[in-house]
């Protein structure tokens, strides 16, 4: 499960990507790291970054894009300056990927069973009489039904739903120590995609992978994410456990993305939505990229970046907000009747403690 | 709203939309489903990927033929209806919004082109300058301005992709907008933009929708009632509070009970409700009852009283 132990460092990672029209400012200092054994989740909307982001941790990035900045550390080395050799072993066998179609990532030729053992084969010397018995195991565990049947069946013959478990038996074979999951359930309808879930929370607590997930659905955060990273034009701008950004977000963008999403308990006329689009990356706004958008903006906004403000040991944001000399702002209703629930959650949480406490000392008497 | 005293504007009744009839690989996409849409509701269709929506929606739009069964609009019969000033009216009256805002929309035409193509078709505008003023309306309309009409689908992020669709389907001033995930492809801060946006145009415009989503989130805050759909049968419709707070078939509770809450509390909690299967099978004949007042089971004659019961249990007020 979770410890501290952190075993991915991203410090300062800045990524350019060359274009006809200039040079797009992709990632703009985005820093963060993964712990053993949780599941963070960066979200954002699209184009912020999340991909490029988990790109360039495997070692993925386009050939027009530049490292302008920063480092990641993995197990001691920077996986921005290891050789085509290196990260190929990086990716077969200590970080994989999910990506959101599951027929882009098989190889439609090519019977699944073989697919399955053939990072074993290539990357762990595995015979292959053994790497086919140990994929006919994985097969089981990913749930799929017949699996002695199936074994030399094609891609094409299975269901979305199915694909993404074979895809995911595939990337999980070598017990990869993390697991990059770009979107993995987007394609899928929510049936299906509670399956897959709970098969990915079976299986991190199994074999103890940290899981990098990539999502824009804010419920799927909340059932799977241990901590969040909250990405705009770039740039994480606020960071924290599920609790803390579900409950005590900070950053007026947070409020807006918490807020433009139906519950099932919406109504009224008109849904909170953010206004405006995302900023052009070619040419990033002064200070704060997210003022144009944001009714919150003060007048600094527009002049300098926020650094971030600590909330919590846990829990950061870049938002002026946070300096002791802003004004007082109210966020949206939603976020207050948020606020409202996380409190009174600690407070259950604290007199349970409480009562516990007591109920231990009666039993030592 | 109250659907007593309102119009129908919409009566399916018995629809089949069978594939490759008589063929080996025979697709019961759609079999024989029935439901009315209320002059200025929204009607939203979930179920999950294959239960048939899509297959609906093009069934009432008159892409298909259907195998059998009747599809009513304006009280006229669409099914076999010939071309002529009916079918040219009936083009106008009804129109669809497409899942993909990308692929909807023609790269190399302008938008004020791809705006006014239902203009041009009907001869709807007197000449160039009614034209481009049309246009130009329709843009301020759905949020863009009069600067984007010369410029190409390409140059516009998804949302403002999706606005270009809806100003297209408006062009002809419809009656009815069929919109088959117009909103999946969007991010989610952009989906509540292009929601409120057809919200409102549904109330200035007296609007009448058919909304087909997987995000039953979304689906429940736009519509007013809801059919849920499972290989290609109705198995459950209602006002969508009836239907997502008092769910009576076993099916529609398994798929309300997958749906991720943006709430991490509710999530640790949650459990998920296994569905059987066994309501649907063949073996017994099944039409849609009326349990509790407008709120409607797929039941068999001998399963009534099981879902009287589980009515009765919710509260509900039991026919
Ligand atoms: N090869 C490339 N060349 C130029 N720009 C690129 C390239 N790859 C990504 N970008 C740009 O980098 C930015 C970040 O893209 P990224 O794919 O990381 O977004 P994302 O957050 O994953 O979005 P989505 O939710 O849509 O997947 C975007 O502005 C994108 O247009
Ligand atoms: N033209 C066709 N020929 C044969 N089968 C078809 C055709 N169109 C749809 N089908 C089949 O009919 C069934 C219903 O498809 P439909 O597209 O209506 O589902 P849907 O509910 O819209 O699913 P999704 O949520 O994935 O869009 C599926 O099994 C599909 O494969
Ligand atoms: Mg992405
Ligand atoms: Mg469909």
């Not at chain 1, 999951?181 to 929510?190: G, M, N, Q, S």
């Not at chain 1, 993305?257 to 900023?279: A, K, V």
């Amino acid at each position: 499960m979770e410890s501290n132990e952190s075993i991915l460092q991203v410090n300062h990672l800045k990524i350019n990507f060359n274009t006809y029209a200039g040079t797009v400012k992709a990632i703009r200092d985005v820093s963060f790291d993964l712990k053993k054994g949780e599941t963070l989740a960066i979200v954002g909307e699209s184009g912020s970054g999340k991909t490029v982001t988990t790109r360039s941790i495997m070692g993925l990035l386009a050939n027009n894009a530049v490292v302008a900045g920063g480092d990641i550390q993995f197990h001691g080395k920077d996986v921005l300056k290891m050789s085509q050799r290196e990260l190929e072993q990086l990716r077969g066998a200590e970080i994989a990927q999910i990506f959101q179609d599951p027929m882009t990532s098989l190889d439609p030729t090519m019977r699944i069973g073989r697919q399955i053992a053939e990072p074993l084969m290539v990357h762990k010397g595995v015979k292959k009489d053994k790497a086919m018995a140990q994929a006919l195991e994985m097969m089981k565990l990913v749930g799929i039904t017949d699996a002695e049947n199936r074994i030399n069946d094609y891609p094409h013959q299975f269901s979305g739903g199915m694909r993404q478990r074979i895809v995911i038996a595939i990337a999980l074979i070598n017990y990869p120590e993390i697991l990059i999951a770009d979107e993995p359930t987007t394609a899928l309808d929510v049936t299906i995609q509670a399956q897959i879930l709970d098969l990915m929370r079976e299986l991190q607590n199994k074999i103890s992978t940290s899981i990098i997930f990539i999502t824009h659905d804010l419920g799927v955060v909340a059932g799977m994410a241990d901590r969040v990273a909250v990405m705009y034009a770039g740039k994480i701008v606020e960071y924290g456990t599920v609790d803390e950004i579900f409950y005590n977000p900070k950053h007026p963008y947070t409020w807006g993305l918490l807020s433009s999403m139906p519950t099932l308990e919406t109504n009224g006329d008109e849904l909170p939505s953010i206004p405006g689009t995302p900023p052009d990356l070619l040419d990033p706004p002064k200070g704060d990229a997210f003022a144009p958008r944001n009714s919150y903006a003060l007048k600094i906004d527009t002049q300098r970046e926020p650094p971030f403000f600590k909330v919590s040991d846990t829990h950061y944001a870049a938002t002026w907000l946070l300096h002791p000399d802003a004004p007082k702002v109210t966020p949206p209703e939603q976020i207050i009747a948020r606020q409202a629930k996380f409190a009174k959650m600690q407070q259950q949480l604290t007199e349970e403690e409480r009562h516990h406490k007591v109920e231990e000392e009666e039993e030592q008497q | 709203m109250e659907t007593k005293n309102a119009k129908k504007v919409l009566e399916v009744s018995h629809l089949k939309q069978y594939f490759n009839v008589g063929k080996k690989d025979e697709v019961r996409a759609v079999d024989d489903i029935s439901f009315d849409i209320y002059e200025g509701e929204t009607f939203g269709l979930v179920g999950e990927s294959g239960s048939g929506k899509t297959t609906v929606g093009r069934a009432i739009i008159h892409l298909y033929t259907p195998t059998s069964g009747s599809i009513k609009f304006d009280g006229q019969e669409v099914i076999g209806m010939k071309r002529g000033p009916k079918m040219k009216q009936f083009r106008r009256d009804m129109q669809m919004i497409f899942q993909d805002p990308y692929a909807s929309l023609n790269p190399r035409m302008k938008v004020k082109d791809i705006v006014a193509e239902g203009i041009d078709i009907n001869h709807l505008a007197k000449n160039d300058e009614d034209r481009s003023k049309q246009v130009a309306d329709l843009l301020a309309t759905v949020g863009l301005n009069r600067d984007h009409a010369s410029r190409y689908p390409h140059e516009f992020s998804g949302g403002q992709r999706q606005r270009i669709g809806i100003a297209r389907a408006l062009a002809v001033q419809p009656k009815f907008i069929i919109a088959d995930e117009p909103i999946s492809a969007l991010d989610v801060s952009i989906q509540a933009q292009v929601v409120n946006l057809m919200k409102q145009l549904q109330r200035e415009r007296n609007l009448t929708y058919l909304f087909i989503a997987h995000d039953l989130s979304m689906v429940k805050y736009i519509s007013d009632r809801i059919g849920v759909l499972h290989y290609g049968r109705m198995l459950e419709v209602g006002s969508s509070d009836e239907v997502y707070n008092h769910p009576l078939h076993d099916y529609t509770r398994s798929l309300l009970s997958a749906v991720p809450v943006p709430d991490p509390e509710y999530e640790r909690t949650r459990t998920q409700i296994e569905y059987d299967p066994k309501y649907e099978d063949g073996s017994k004949d099944r039409e849609l009852v009326e349990i509790a007042p407008h709120h409607f089971v797929q039941a068999a004659q001998d399963e009534i009283p099981m879902y009287q019961e589980r009515a009765k249990k919710m509260g509900l007020e039991v026919l």
